[in-house]
């Protein structure tokens, strides 16, 4: 259903920096790269899901948003925890350590919550049981 999400940066290079390191841990890689706002598509494979990184089009200044949030699902409850603290060492937020938000059981919610150096923010997420 998504094909890509796109988030807003200031400065490409240093979201660039952030993003190679952060998204190798789940085997995405850039895919893409264009010179105008320096449009960044990361991904696993072309035509898969996938995540960019640009300055806005319109000339702006690049905002979190308020309620907005990309999701990335994980298989298992280890790699979250792994990716959220890569994501913190990174310069990364904590927005909500890794944990389960409700009931444990088989569709217990395991997820960690951060927010990248420039404010925008991402969850990695199970659902399943331990």
Do not use: H, W
Request: glycine share 14%; aromatic share 10%.
């Amino acid at each position: 259903m998504i094909g890509y999400a796109t988030l807003g940066t200031n400065n490409v290079e240093k979201a660039r920096e952030y993003y190679d390191a952060l998204l190798v841990e789940i085997g995405a890689k850039r895919l893409m790269e264009l010179e105008e706002g320096g449009f960044t598509l990361y991904g696993t494979e072309m035509g898969a899901p996938s995540l960019a990184i640009t300055q806005p089009y319109n000339g702006e200044a690049a905002v979190p948003g308020n309620g907005n949030m990309i999701a990335i699902p994980f298989e298992e409850r280890s790699q979250i925890d792994s990716f959220y603290n890569k994501a913190i060492e990174l310069g990364g937020s904590d927005e909500g350590a890794p944990g389960v938000r409700g009931d444990e059981g088989p569709q217990a919610f395991y997820a960690a919550y951060f927010r990248d150096p420039e404010g925008n923010k991402l969850c990695a997420f199970r659902v399943g049981p331990a």
